[in-house]
């Protein structure tokens, strides 16, 4: 009997060539049908996994935190401050309340000691508007000395056209009168010559006594004629002597009239010179005035709605520059404040594309898979500090505004400022298994080298030339 069937065991067995049963201990060492199974199970899973890791994408990220603000400043919570040290008379508002740009938040009465006056404004007024008169008077002085300027000048012009006609008609005299006396002094010669002749012929008895005595009455008259015409020409020459002098004194009268009415004219024009001084002054004083009681009426800065009033009691003091109230404006374009680390600034470039998750807002996310993630919302890097921000503790600010390519963000009713919010900064994307060893071994993400990112050769050496 065989001794596997005694034992009730079937073993399989088959017949060499040479005729002879494989042995029973060499069946009995074979693995079971199950762990085969296992083993190719097990095989299949680590070349799926291998596939995964070798294939399967992972977007490398670097996390941020902070919260919700506004892209544009002016959209951004602004803190209302008293803008003079006074004490308080009413508010006009409510927490939560809408309010437009310039509606009144709250007033305030001025206790400097040089604005208690309630009268003074009126006062400044009415003194401006004594010293305006004043100057309107001096102006229609000088407008009158400047005509009385314009007036002496055509007068002393006309009269010295006049004296300078009359030195012309002197000068034409005087021509005249030595035209004249040319032919008198050469009469008077012919005269003495001929009286000479006349006496040497009667001298001689050849001429009679009559004759002698015509020819000494000729050389009487002709010296008379001589002697008359040099007194005229003289005469003349006085004349035009005196036109000129009279020339002289019309200009040099009236230019002594023009000097003293001029003189008067800028006298005035130092009376106006310190009237506008006064005014400037005086508009001055005014302009602080109103500009002091326009202070005294707090209004809001910006379309908006109050978020919190201060504790402040009718009838307290405010200091200049104590905050009376927050108004958040109507925020239009929303962004995200995010701070990061000074080794993940380098990394991050404008531009880039962020995964945005708010507060209040479940989300299910996967860092590594942005499609697969759900509850967040898409972003672009816009800003980027230059520079550490130190009262972020050292970290350096960004600033994510929304993607206009991804789904839109929550309106501002539910988006308010201040809200929290985390984002993940989307980098080169990676195999899975690269990314698990990189994490394992703590090496920084994989990004590649932007353009310029370091210093050119040349440039090394033009500094050190500079230096």
Do not use: C
Not at 43 to 55: C, Q, R, V
């Amino acid at each position: 009997m065989d001794y596997s069937k005694k034992q009730g065991i079937t073993v399989p067995f088959r017949e060499s060539k040479s005729g002879f049963i494989a042995s029973n201990a060499i069946s009995a060492v074979r693995s079971p049908n199950s762990l085969r199974i296992m083993a190719y199970i097990i095989s299949a899973i680590l070349l799926i996994l291998f596939i995964i890791l070798t294939y399967v994408p992972w977007v490398q990220t670097v996390a941020g935190k902070g919260q919700v603000t506004a892209l544009v400043p002016g959209q951004r919570p602004q803190n209302v401050n008293a803008q003079i040290t006074g004490r308080l008379v009413k508010w006009y508002v409510q927490e939560g309340q809408h309010v437009e740009e310039g509606d009144t938040i709250a007033v305030l009465q001025d206790i400097d000691s040089k604005f208690l006056d309630s009268a003074l404004l009126e006062n400044q007024e009415a003194q401006l508007a004594a010293i305006e008169s004043r100057r309107n008077s001096i102006m229609s002085q000088l407008n009158a000395l400047r005509q009385q300027i314009s007036a002496e000048s055509s007068a002393r012009d006309a009269s010295v056209r006049s004296s300078l006609e009359k030195v012309q008609q002197a000068k034409q005299k005087r021509i005249a009168n030595e035209e004249r006396i040319k032919q008198n002094t050469l009469d008077l010669s012919v005269a003495k010559q001929r009286f000479q002749d006349r006496k040497t012929l009667y001298e001689k008895g050849l001429l009679s006594q009559r004759q002698f005595e015509n020819a000494q009455l000729e050389l009487q008259r002709a010296d008379v004629g001589f002697n008359s015409q040099m007194a005229e020409v003289e005469a003349a020459r006085r004349a035009e002597n005196e036109a000129l002098e009279n020339v002289k004194n019309k200009e040099s009268e009236g230019t002594s009239k023009i000097v003293k009415v001029m003189a008067d004219e800028s006298k005035a024009l130092e009376t106006v010179a310190s009237i506008d001084n006064s005014l400037f002054k005086g508009r001055s004083e005014m302009n602080a005035m109103f500009s002091r009681r326009s202070a005294s009426v707090v209004r809001a800065p910006s379309k908006g709605k109050i978020v919190r009033l201060y504790t402040i009691g009718t009838g307290e003091t405010v200091k200049q520059g104590e905050k009376l109230a927050i108004l958040a404006p109507e925020m239009k374009t929303p962004a995200v404040e995010l701070t990061i680390s000074g080794n993940d600034a380098p990394l991050l470039t404008k531009g880039g594309k962020v995964r945005v998750q708010f507060d209040g807002f479940p989300a299910f996310i996967i860092r590594g898979w942005p499609g697969a993630t759900v509850g967040t919302f898409g972003g672009v890097i816009s800003v980027i500090d230059a520079i550490e921000d130190e009262s972020f503790g050292g970290q350096f600010r960004i600033i994510v505004k929304p993607d206009p390519k991804d789904e839109p963000w929550p309106t501002s009713d539910y988006l308010r400022p201040g809200t929290q919010a985390s984002g993940w900064m989307q980098l080169n994307v990676v195999s899975l298994g690269w990314e698990i060893w990189r994490q394992l071994n703590g090496f920084p993400p994989t990004v590649s080298k932007p353009v310029n990112a370091t210093y050119s050769k040349e440039v090394i050496e033009a500094d050190s030339e500079k230096e």
